[in-house]
């Protein structure tokens, strides 16, 4: 009898560690760069202008102090707790406080984004409405890109796309749609690809062709409510505004950003952001930059949110619930702004996250940013640097 309930228990063990969800994760050197590499396509290349904005370090006494000191070390912990991790950043008032990197992680690395390039697709939106591109975030996107049609994208609002509300698909995985028959075809195993990144950076599909084209039509699941009815995480949302935006500005929404945002952020060193075969950019994730420069524009972003001007006041709503998580949701978030996170239940400020571990924390209160770039998304390690963000905001 012992025997059998050993086995019994040995079995029930194994089964639960076979059905317990594998981390999110990433080639290590992708998370450093190494997705442009690995594509066919041509990403954007952004360059430097004039001097860098200056991040010098916190004075020897405020870094000293008993919560700041404390702050370091813990984050020395997990560090090692999480060996993951390649990058944090913490930033104060525009001074660092704290810059590190392990693994393959270096200050010459350019750390890609993921997901929280739709925070920064967000940026180029409200800068292409505030100089006139955009006459109005209530203008339906069919007008602005009539190849949209009657799908969610189309009905859709400016807006509506902001908020992850067009209700065009069911997400099946990480904010992609299911496909009929995959879609694209794997190199090496010659067997298609459930999500589109991999054949878009192969060339082997298109921003067009996702949200219009050919794969547009084997994507099951599709226009499961009105737009604006309900939060639903999407990555063609975002697609679909850096198609608007390539449509109002002539220009695609990689180069716009360098031209609105990224060389406003003062950065030290170039950057990339991933685009299809046709040129369209990547607009849900691909984004690519050094840490220190991820921190540029996490100044920049807390400066213009202060201004009274039309960017700024875009901004404080973009970075401010604009439309709830779903009753029962799991989120570690109760709200979501426009392509940001907000109301975090165990921490302050907005968030940018992304795949793998990704995190851009900002609180206008304190004007405090933690950045942190990771290759694997271990269990605890969102918790645990939100928790560290909570306590880091609470000093004086």
Same mark, same amino acid.
């Given at each position: 009898?012992?025997?059998?309930?050993?086995?019994?228990?040995?079995?029930?063990?194994?089964?639960?560690?076979?059905?317990?969800?594998?981390?999110?994760?990433?080639?290590?050197?992708?998370?450093?760069?190494?997705? +442009?590499?690995?594509?066919?396509?041509?990403?954007? !290349?952004?360059?430097?202008?004039?001097?860098?904005?200056?991040?010098?370090?916190?004075?020897?006494?405020?870094?000293?102090? !008993?919560?700041?000191?404390?702050?370091?070390?813990?984050?020395?912990?997990?560090?090692?707790?999480?060996?993951? !991790?390649?990058?944090?950043?913490?930033?104060?008032?525009?001074? /660092?406080?704290?810059?590190?990197?392990?693994? /393959?992680?270096?200050?010459?690395?350019?750390?890609?984004?993921? %997901?929280?390039?739709? %925070?920064?697709?967000?940026?180029?939106?409200?800068?292409?409405?505030?100089?006139?591109?955009?006459?109005?975030?209530?203008?339906?996107?069919?007008?602005? /890109?009539?190849?949209?049609?009657?799908?969610?994208?189309?009905?859709?609002?400016? $807006?509506?796309?902001?908020?992850?509300?067009?209700?065009?698909?069911? %997400?099946?995985?990480?904010?992609?749609?299911?496909?009929?028959?995959?879609?694209?075809?794997?190199?090496?195993?010659?067997?298609?690809?459930?999500?589109?990144?991999?054949?878009?950076?192969?060339?082997?599909?298109?921003?067009?062709?996702?949200?219009?084209?050919?794969?547009?039509?084997?994507?099951?699941?599709?226009?499961?409510?009105?737009?604006?009815?309900?939060?639903?995480?999407?990555?063609?949302?975002?697609?679909?505004?850096?198609? #608007? #935006?390539?449509?109002?500005?002539?220009?695609?929404?990689? *180069?716009?950003?360098?031209?609105? /945002?990224?060389?406003? !952020? $003062?950065?030290?060193?170039?950057?990339?952001?991933?685009?299809?075969?046709?040129?369209?950019?990547?607009?849900?994730?691909?984004?690519?930059?050094?840490?220190?420069?991820?921190?540029?524009?996490?100044?920049? +972003?807390?400066?213009?949110?202060?201004?009274?001007?039309?960017?700024?006041?875009?901004?404080?709503?973009?970075?401010?619930?604009? #439309?709830?998580?779903?009753?029962?949701?799991? %989120?570690?978030?109760?709200?979501?702004?426009?392509?940001?996170?907000?109301?975090?239940?165990?921490?302050?400020?907005?968030?940018?996250?992304?795949?793998?571990?990704?995190?851009?924390?900002?609180?206008?209160?304190? *004007?405090?940013?933690?950045?942190?770039?990771?290759?694997?998304?271990?269990?605890?390690?969102?918790?645990?640097?939100?928790?560290?963000?909570?306590?880091?905001?609470?000093?004086?």
């Amino acid at each position: 009898m012992k025997q059998v309930t050993a086995t019994l228990l040995l079995s029930l063990l194994t089964l639960g560690s076979a059905l317990a969800a594998p981390p999110k994760k990433i080639d290590p050197t992708h998370n450093v760069g190494g997705y +442009i590499d690995a594509g066919t396509t041509t990403p954007h !290349t952004f360059t430097t202008y004039g001097l860098p904005r200056q991040l010098p370090a916190i004075a020897e006494t405020e870094r000293n102090n !008993t919560n700041n000191s404390l702050i370091r070390k813990k984050i020395d912990q997990y560090l090692k707790d999480f060996p993951a !991790t390649t990058a944090i950043l913490l930033i104060d008032d525009g001074k /660092v406080l704290l810059e590190a990197y392990q693994g /393959v992680g270096s200050s010459s690395s350019e750390f890609y984004s993921m %997901s929280i390039g739709k %925070s920064m697709t967000s940026l180029a939106v409200g800068k292409a409405l505030c100089e006139g591109h955009i006459g109005s975030l209530d203008t339906t996107a069919n007008t602005l /890109v009539p190849e949209l049609g009657q799908s969610g994208f189309g009905r859709s609002t400016v $807006k509506q796309l902001l908020m992850m509300s067009s209700g065009a698909y069911r %997400s099946a995985r990480s904010g992609q749609p299911a496909f009929k028959n995959g879609i694209g075809l794997h190199p090496k195993y010659g067997r298609p690809y459930k999500g589109y990144s991999w054949p878009m950076r192969l060339g082997q599909t298109s921003v067009d062709d996702l949200l219009w084209g050919r794969d547009w039509q084997q994507v099951l699941n599709k226009n499961v409510h009105q737009p604006g009815e309900g939060f639903i995480y999407k990555g063609a949302d975002t697609l679909a505004l850096g198609k #608007i #935006i390539e449509r109002v500005t002539g220009m695609p929404l990689a *180069r716009y950003f360098e031209q609105s /945002v990224w060389k406003n !952020t $003062k950065p030290e060193a170039s950057g990339h952001w991933e685009a299809d075969r046709d040129g369209s950019t990547m607009a849900s994730s691909g984004f690519q930059a050094r840490l220190r420069d991820w921190g540029r524009i996490g100044v920049w +972003i807390l400066n213009s949110r202060a201004q009274s001007d039309c960017f700024g006041r875009y901004l404080t709503s973009a970075t401010q619930t604009q #439309i709830p998580m779903p009753k029962g949701s799991k %989120s570690l978030f109760r709200g979501y702004g426009y392509q940001w996170w907000t109301e975090n239940k165990m921490a302050p400020g907005f968030w940018g996250l992304g795949y793998a571990g990704q995190i851009l924390a900002i609180n206008p209160a304190t *004007r405090k940013i933690m950045i942190k770039f990771a290759y694997r998304h271990d269990y605890g390690s969102a918790g645990t640097l939100m928790k560290l963000f909570k306590q880091w905001n609470a000093s004086p």
